[in-house]
């Protein structure tokens, strides 16, 4: 019965900070959405933002992530995009990879 009030307390804090997870928990499951919560609740020993890796629900395929990012943006979590380049050791192309980050609540 404890662990249902601490998964309240976080979706109450989400709601709180402005985001919405009702759509996400009907597509993604009600345990994506709490893990995803709680990593970005989450600060180091100084309460400053760390980075994280971005989270992804499982079995999702490649074409997917961009339907994924526009849900954590109506749902209204906030989302920086960018790109890195990166050497490829085998044939020395430069390889462009985008990554993403989500702000901490």
């Known amino acids: 019965m404890k662990a249902i009030v601490r998964y309240q307390d976080k979706i109450d804090l989400s709601i709180q900070k402005g985001i919405t997870p009702y759509s996400l928990i009907n597509v993604y499951g009600i345990m994506f959405v709490l893990k995803l919560i709680n990593s970005l609740i989450k600060t180091d020993k100084k309460n400053k933002m760390k980075t ?4 992804y629900p499982k079995r999702m395929k490649e074409g997917e992530i961009e339907s994924y990012l526009e849900k954590l943006k109506e749902a209204g979590f906030r989302i920086a995009g960018w790109y ?18 989500i702000y901490y609540l």
């Open 52 to 55: 994280i890796p971005m989270l």
């Open 84 to 101: 890195e380049d990166f050497i490829d050791e085998d044939t020395s192309d430069i390889v462009e990879v985008q990554r993403w980050k």
